[in-house]
């Protein structure tokens, strides 16, 4: 089993800067690769950032290219998720998932760990 814990969410102006992390626990050997998601009220979730878990491939939706980082502090094997210029439609809960696959995946049904999420509102 693989625990993720969310931290980092919060309310911001268009605009700003948050930073996201997720703290991994338990069998983090079984990790490929850690994915961020995210889901607006209404919304189905969607693909936001992938990172391979013990290299540097990343995978990016496009709209948020340019924007967010996704990264790793291996000391802590904790994910990270630097979001800039963040925009009203950027609002939403935030999950990151393990996925226990080679290949970076952008479908939320091949993840199979997920954490609790976190609030991401960012005002206009």
């Known amino acids: 089993q693989v625990q993720l814990v969310e931290s980092g969410g919060g309310l911001v102006q268009a605009g700003g800067s948050l930073r996201l992390s997720c703290a991994a626990s338990?069998?983090?050997?079984?990790?490929?690769?850690m994915g961020w998601f995210r889901q607006a009220p209404g919304k189905e979730r969607e693909f936001v950032a992938v990172?391979?878990?013990?290299?540097?491939?990343?995978d990016y939706a496009d709209s948020v290219k340019g924007r967010f980082t996704i990264s790793r502090d291996g000391a802590e094997n904790t994910l990270l998720l630097q979001m800039n210029s963040l925009k009203p439609e950027d609002t939403a809960v935030y999950y990151c998932?393990?996925?226990?696959?080679?290949?970076?995946?952008?479908?939320?049904?091949?993840?199979?760990?997920w954490g609790q999420g976190t609030q991401v509102t960012v005002s206009s």
């Open positions: 338990g069998r983090t050997v079984r990790i490929w690769n």
């Open positions: 998932a393990a996925h226990q696959q080679s290949g970076l995946s952008r479908r939320p049904s091949e993840y199979t760990y």
């Open positions: 990172l391979r878990w013990s290299g540097s491939a990343t």
